[in-house]
Structures are given as structure tokens and as C-alpha cells.
């Protein structure tokens, strides 16, 4: 089947997996390479196929090999314990040597979705034992995975795309692991919080990784709240179907001229880097469909708590009223002055109470 390929991230788009496709096809080919070229498989290609039990498949060393650009590289042995592998965000030849060794050479591998690992496995023409390991993975398949570590073999972790653990699964397997005394090593690589960072234009000497923005406007409008008190970079991760709704909470909670920057679609084709103030991002996105993985990133300057004018704090109480509830209130004029939210939330209980009357 003819495969049409992504110049940059490097995926068919025949909607084929990868791993079955036919074998003779380069795996260049299969990747996607920009501007790779077509080669025929070396004749002399060692028998890559995986034996049934990973005990075994150590002892033959052979089958631990991958493929770059028709080069065949033989991955040293790996010692037991469980290796935590990064894995690109977007663009598949953004994994690194030593990643590749690892996944060659690995006993089994524990993935979050199979067949999304074994696109990349298909890619580099590495056979490999996997398993399942994700976020709903209960105490019986976490317990699989130490019992192999614990009876001598290497298993490497991966998630779908960047570094397992941030924001991925695998906190709990790592602290069994080490409760027992057992190896945990990491092999680093991609990660979207780095690349983020690095093509923002955002300051970097203090960052604050806040993970995923709270799904609901009450908890995201508390969380930004209580995010917007420190002097950082605010790093969240982000659907494309909520970023209106996020950015324009962000912008009224932390201030309509804080600079941010949307990134979107990290290492990929149509990667973009969006910067400007939050009010100017969220009037661009608002009722517009985004597509894509979304990086957020807001340049928090901080509110530290004060003797405010009260006066100035009715004022600002009351226009916030105008516009929403009590607690809406409390949440902006906190942000904005740094006082207590308590102690705003009963004043806005009074200036609404005396409207009323």
C-alpha cells in the first residue's frame, strides 16, 4: 500500500499501523523521513523476532537491534530494573540513541497504549515484548511489572508521547519499585513542558509545572486564583475544546495584559508558537476550533498580600459584581490585590446585600 508521510513528524497518513505493514519496507520509508530515500532491506538483517519468553530473548543477543537510515546497530544488554524512556511528543526522530537502545534491548516494555508504542517501534524495526501499563492499571498489573524487575529482567517504561511520570502514568510503579529496593533509572528525551519553554519567549528562571488546568470554569477560576500569587512562569497543559473558556478565565483572573504564549502542536508540521497579552489571546481564540495538543504558558507576576485602600477595593468589588457572582468577585480582586479571599468574599456579600436593599 502506498503511504503518503508527514514531512515532520514523520507518520503515514494511510492510516495503517505501521507494524503491519511489509516487512521488506525500509523503515525510513515507514516512518516518513523528510526527504528519505528508498533502500532495500540488508540481505545480511539478523533475525529480529522476539521469542516467546523474555528470558530467552536476553540470551540472544541478536534479536536486541533497531535500524537508522538502513544502518543495523546492535543495543547493548541492558542490567535488570525498570527504565523510564522518553518518547517524542510529535516528530519520531526526536528519540535518542540511547532510547533506542533501551527499547531494543529491554525484556518487555510497559506501555500506556500499545498500539501507539508500536508505531514507533515499527519505525526504528524493533520487535519487542509489550504490556499494557496506563492510568486505570489496577495493583494486580502494577504487581506484574515489579515481579519482572524483581526476577531479573529490564523493562522499560513509556508513555504515548514524552516523559513518563509528567503527567503521565507510572508514580505508583516507580515508588513499588523503590520501596523494594529495586532499580529505577531514567533515560531522558522529549518532553512538551521543555520544548515549550525553550520557544516561548518567556522568562525560565523559575517555572511552575501546574499540569493539567482544572476541566470545570469554578475549580479552573480557584486554581488560577491561587496560581496567580506567585512570581513564575506558569506552565498547564490544555484540551484545544477548552482553551477559549481557559484564556479568557486567565485573563480576567491574572490580568488582561499578562503575556502567555498558546504552543501548539510541539515538534509537528503546523507547530506554533502564539504570544501576546491574555486578553488579545483569548478574543483570537474565542468561538474559534482549535486542533491540536496545547501547551499554556502564563508569565505570572504575582500579588503579595497589602494594606489596600478600601475604598479602592469597594470599587473594585463592585465592578467585579457587575459582571458575576460573589465568589467571582472575591477570585478577580484576590488575584488582582493579593488580599485574602475570605476576607473579599464577606466584603462582596456586603456591598451586594446593600444593592439589594
Known amino acids: 500500500m502506498a503511504v503518503r508521510r508527514n514531512p515532520q513528524d514523520g507518520r503515514g497518513t494511510s492510516g495503517q499501523d505501521p507494524a503491519e505493514q511489509t516487512a521488506s519496507r525500509s523503515p525510513e520509508r515507514a516512518g516518513g523521513q523528510s526527504g528519505a530515500q528508498s533502500h532495500d532491506r540488508p540481505s545480511?538483517?539478523?533475525?529480529?523476532?522476539?521469542s516467546d519468553?523474555?528470558?530467552?530473548?536476553?540470551?540472544?543477543?541478536?534479536?536486541?537491534?533497531?535500524?537508522?537510515?538502513?544502518?543495523?546497530?546492535?543495543?547493548?544488554?541492558?542490567?535488570?530494573?525498570?527504565?523510564?524512556?522518553?518518547?517524542?511528543?510529535?516528530?519520531?526522530?526526536?528519540?535518542?540513541?540511547?532510547?533506542?537502545?533501551?527499547?531494543?534491548?529491554?525484556?518487555?516494555?510497559?506501555?500506556?497504549?500499545?498500539?501507539?508504542?508500536?508505531?514507533?517501534?515499527?519505525?526504528?524495526?524493533?520487535?519487542?515484548?509489550?504490556?499494557?501499563?496506563?492510568?486505570?492499571?489496577?495493583?494486580?498489573?502494577?504487581?506484574?511489572?515489579?515481579?519482572?524487575?524483581e526476577s531479573g529482567q529490564a523493562v522499560a517504561l513509556v508513555s504515548d508521547a514524552g516523559t513518563p511520570l509528567i503527567s503521565d502514568p507510572g508514580y505508583r510503579l516507580v515508588e513499588a519499585l523503590l520501596q523494594r529496593g529495586l532499580p529505577v533509572v531514567p533515560v531522558?528525551?522529549?518532553?512538551?513542558?521543555?520544548?515549550?519553554?525553550?520557544?516561548?519567549?518567556?522568562?525560565?528562571?523559575?517555572v511552575h509545572f501546574a499540569g493539567f488546568a482544572a476541566s470545570k470554569a469554578g475549580a479552573?477560576?480557584?486554581?488560577?486564583?491561587?496560581?496567580a500569587r506567585s512570581e513564575t512562569t506558569l506552565v498547564l497543559l490544555e484540551s484545544p475544546r477548552r482553551l477559549p473558556a481557559c484564556l479568557a478565565d486567565a485573563a480576567e483572573i491574572f490580568?488582561?495584559?499578562?503575556?502567555?504564549?498558546?504552543?501548539?502542536?510541539?515538534?509537528?508540521?503546523?507547530?506554533?508558537?502564539?504570544?501576546?497579552?491574555?486578553?488579545?489571546?483569548?478574543e483570537k481564540y474565542h468561538g474559534q476550533p482549535v486542533k491540536g495538543e496545547i501547551v499554556l504558558l502564563i508569565r505570572s507576576r504575582g500579588a503579595?498580600?497589602?494594606?489596600?485602600?478600601?475604598?479602592?477595593?469597594?470599587?473594585?468589588?463592585?465592578?467585579?459584581?457587575a459582571g458575576g457572582t460573589v465568589r467571582h468577585a472575591a477570585d478577580q480582586v484576590a488575584a488582582q490585590t493579593g488580599m485574602k479571599r475570605r476576607?473579599?468574599?464577606?466584603?462582596?456579600?456586603?456591598?451586594?446585600?446593600?444593592?439589594?436593599?
Open 188 to 206: 531522558p528525551g522529549p518532553s512538551s513542558l521543555l520544548a515549550a519553554l525553550a520557544g516561548a519567549g518567556l522568562p525560565t528562571d523559575q
Open 255 to 282: 490580568g488582561g495584559e499578562t503575556m502567555a504564549c498558546v504552543c501548539r502542536e510541539l515538534t509537528k508540521l503546523y507547530e506554533t508558537f502564539d504570544r501576546g497579552p491574555l486578553a488579545e489571546l483569548a
Open 53 to 149: 519468553r523474555p528470558s530467552d530473548r536476553r540470551n540472544d543477543r541478536k534479536s536486541a537491534t533497531y535500524i537508522i537510515r538502513s544502518q543495523i546497530i546492535q543495543a547493548p544488554q541492558l542490567t535488570p530494573g525498570l527504565y523510564i524512556v522518553a518518547t517524542p511528543i510529535g516528530n519520531l526522530s526526536d528519540i535518542t540513541i540511547r532510547a533506542l537502545d533501551t527499547l531494543a534491548a529491554a525484556d518487555r516494555i510497559a506501555c500506556e497504549d500499545t498500539r501507539v508504542t508500536r508505531k514507533l517501534l515499527a519505525r526504528y524495526d524493533i520487535r519487542a515484548s509489550l504490556m499494557s501499563y496506563h492510568d486505570y492499571s489496577d495493583d494486580k498489573e502494577r504487581d506484574r511489572v515489579v515481579q519482572a524487575v
Open 304 to 321: 503579595q498580600e497589602r494594606e489596600a485602600d478600601p475604598a479602592a477595593v469597594d470599587a473594585l468589588l463592585e465592578a467585579a459584581l
Open 44 to 50: 545480511n538483517r539478523p533475525s529480529n523476532r522476539p
Open 220 to 227: 479552573r477560576r480557584r486554581q488560577f486564583t491561587d496560581l
Open 343 to 357: 476576607l473579599l468574599y464577606r466584603r462582596a456579600l456586603e456591598l451586594r446585600d446593600k444593592k439589594e436593599i
